[in-house]
């Protein structure tokens, strides 16, 4: 069946450092791939998605890229802030089935 | 600003007791969702209106009943809770009615405390 595996947190950052966190999926098909951000205390926001190989999704300076060959969605960020601290979610959907996700990455970034 | 909007934002009650969970989406979406998080986990699918039908994860047990009065509304009636019912339900929307497009758009949640 299909699934999705991000790296297990959490991921501990200073003020302005990059930022990877790495999702790999497995699935039949080409699904679209997703990651979803929740803050404390909210429910899930998009934060970018792709719907096919070699598509680059962005929003807000994250960015990732939908790798076919490596079934990978790796999330990256170029100077991370405090407000990024949070949980981040990656996240497939194959022909309109529900969203599969991975078990969530926590993000700390101090000042 | 979410379009996805769920009532009420706190919710606590006893295992006698029956409530619903309410929300509603305001982007045209024809696919509605619900889910339920627990701590420091994924959201799990628990119930999926589509194509005006519904889809259910069998693994969620009847004292949850979803209710889709039209296809900008989405209920959850509880009854009979157990404490481990405890958990943020999130409501989701996605365009679907083959105006496709899967990626999901979710409410601020309902957090929910069975006593």
């Known amino acids: 069946g299909n699934s999705v595996t991000q790296m297990e947190g959490p991921v501990t950052l200073s003020e302005e450092a990059f930022l990877t966190i790495n999702c790999t999926y497995t699935?039949?098909?080409?699904?679209?791939l997703f990651w979803y951000v929740q803050y404390p205390g909210e429910g899930l926001q998009l934060l970018l998605k792709a719907t096919k190989a070699d598509d680059k999704g962005s929003n807000k300076g994250f960015e990732a890229t939908y790798r076919k060959e490596t079934t990978s969605f790796h999330l990256e960020k170029g100077s991370v802030q405090v407000s990024d601290s949070a949980v981040y979610f990656c996240a497939l959907s194959q022909a309109g089935t529900a969203l599969i996700f991975g078990k969530g990455t926590t993000l700390s970034v101090s000042s | 600003d979410t379009e996805v909007t769920q009532t009420p934002k706190h919710l606590v009650m006893g295992m006698t007791n029956k409530k619903s969970l309410k929300c509603e989406q305001h982007?045209?979406?024809?696919?509605m969702y619900w889910y339920k998080q627990k701590a420091k986990k994924p959201p799990e699918l628990m119930f999926v209106?589509?194509?005006?039908?519904?889809?259910i994860n069998e693994s969620v047990p009847s004292r949850f009943s979803p209710e889709c009065p039209n296809s900008s509304l989405l209920n959850l009636h509880l009854h009979a809770l157990q404490p481990e019912d405890s958990a943020l339900y999130l409501c989701a929307s996605s365009q679907d009615s083959q105006g496709r497009r899967y990626e999901q758009y979710f409410g601020p949640g309902t957090r929910l405390t069975v006593t």
């Open positions: 209106y589509s194509y005006e039908k519904l889809s």
């Open positions: 982007m045209g979406h024809r696919a």
């Open positions: 699935a039949t098909g080409y699904p679209s």
